[in-house]
């Protein structure tokens, strides 16, 4: 089932990266997809495989575990950055509302079995994701300079 959602996710993310009306270069678009991809692949073989603290779908190294890793994530950082409001008071509220969605993902990822904690904690990724998405405004700042 697990698969389902997430690939389902992912066509849905790129219908909409798509369509959007694009405030982002091909250039920045395809820096943070890599960027992205390597921050969200190092992170779960640090904390997946290395420190045990949550498992992917099945225990090991799957295929369709990888392509959803590197692609997945990203294509929600593209649509967050996209979209993203310049000034700070459109900002926070920004951040909050992705979030949220983010910290309700992972939940939903968790019911249909695609993330197993064994020592994580829901809240631990709330507060992976404030940094994340704090990470890739510097991240857009940083290129676009």
Do not use: C
């Not at 640090?46 to 992917?56: A, G, N, P, V, W």
């Not at 392509?67 to 509220?93: A, C, D, H």
């Not at 951040?95 to 631990?124: H, P, R, T």
């Amino acid at each position: 089932m697990w698969w389902l959602a997430s690939y389902l996710a992912l066509v849905i993310n790129l219908f909409i990266i798509w369509l959007m009306p694009k405030r982002l270069t091909k250039k920045e678009i395809y820096v943070t997809w890599f960027v992205i991809a390597l921050i969200n692949l190092s992170t779960d073989v640090l904390l997946s495989l290395d420190f045990r603290l949550y498992e992917l779908a099945e225990p090991g190294v799957q295929l369709s575990v990888h392509v959803i890793e590197l692609t997945l994530g990203p294509s929600y950082g593209i649509i967050y950055l996209n979209f993203m409001p310049e000034q700070n008071r459109k900002f926070y509220p920004y951040i909050a509302a992705w979030v949220a969605y983010a910290v309700i993902f992972e939940f939903i990822m968790v019911q249909v079995d695609f993330v197993n904690y064994s020592g994580w904690k829901l809240w631990y990724s709330a507060i992976y994701y404030v940094f994340a998405y704090l990470f890739l405004r510097w991240h857009l700042y940083y290129i676009r300079k």
